[in-house]
């Protein structure tokens, strides 16, 4: 450990622009970036005088286990069905767990399988997997609902979604599969379509999901919550055969028409 290390707290509106000067001005040595956008980094030597107004700085004392934390400590298996989990791959999979296994690096966006709305999305295509032969991701995220149809063994998956951000990282998950950025409009249309999005997302990108979708197997919409569902349903061409809630969020599956 050096002599000289030194560990502060960065928050506020500008921490993020602090750190990323403080690369270039300061030796950094290590960063831990929290959920609410702080970060804690550790510099050989004192703090340079940040020009960003808007950021916070709190000195921390340094301990000698510092250079162990790898922010990874709390990450766990996430179980999404008795034969269905998501977990990044540096945890172990559970003893005696047989069924589908999605691996999925925390942190790089939306998606890690944490969030209601997302386990309500994967429950509703594993319950009506039916093995389509092309697959649609709307709001891809970090990739999670596309990687479920890559694991399932679909050969066609596509994904788009408006945040570039969300489209690097899920490319990086499935190099194999069309991520495209923007909207729903920029696939080709698919045998199954999945959409986890916010309700008034959903409304928006409704006639385009609609086209979308060849229904020769499912459509899933998720994100809704409790209060929004039946608006959302009274705008789709038949009745949903599923529906998962997990949380306060509400997937539901459309049949396919044969
Ligand atoms: C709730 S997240 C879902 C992420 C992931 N699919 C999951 O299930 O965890 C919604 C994502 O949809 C994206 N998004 C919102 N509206 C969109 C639209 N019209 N077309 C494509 N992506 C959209 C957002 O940028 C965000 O990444």
């Not at 709307?138 to 596309?146: C, D, F, K, M, R």
């Not at 890559?150 to 991520?179: K, M, N, T, Y």
């Amino acid at each position: 450990m050096s002599p000289d290390l030194r560990a502060f707290e960065l928050g506020g509106g500008d921490a993020a622009e602090a750190l990323d000067w403080l690369h270039v001005h300061a030796q950094v040595l290590g960063v831990l970036e929290h959920d609410d956008g702080s970060f804690r980094v550790w510099l050989d030597g004192p703090l340079p005088a940040l020009p960003q107004p808007r950021v916070s700085v709190r000195e921390l004392a340094v301990r000698p286990g510092d250079f162990a934390v790898t922010g990874r400590e709390h990450d766990a298996a996430i179980p999404i069905a008795a034969d269905l989990l998501v977990r990044p791959p540096w945890v172990e999979r559970p003893p005696g767990f047989v069924g589908v296994e999605l691996l999925l690096p925390r942190g790089n966006a939306f998606g890690s399988g944490e969030h209601g709305s997302t386990q309500a999305a994967l429950r509703c295509l594993h319950r009506v997997w039916d093995r389509p032969a092309s697959f649609a991701d709307v709001g891809t995220g970090s990739g999670i609902l596309a990687l479920y149809a890559s694991v399932r063994g679909c050969g066609d998956v596509q994904a788009c979604d408006v945040d570039a951000h969300a489209v690097a990282a899920a490319r990086e998950l499935l190099p194999q599969a069309r991520i495209e950025l923007g909207g729903p409009e920029r696939l080709a249309p698919a045998d199954f379509v999945v959409a986890n999005l916010t309700a008034d997302e959903l409304h928006a990108a409704l006639p385009a999901l609609l086209a979308l979708w060849r229904r020769r197997s499912p459509l899933v919409l998720s994100g809704m919550r409790a209060h929004e569902v039946d608006g959302v349903l009274a705008r789709l061409p038949a009745a949903p055969d599923g529906r998962e809630t997990v949380g306060d969020y509400t997937a539901v599956a459309l049949p396919p028409v044969r």
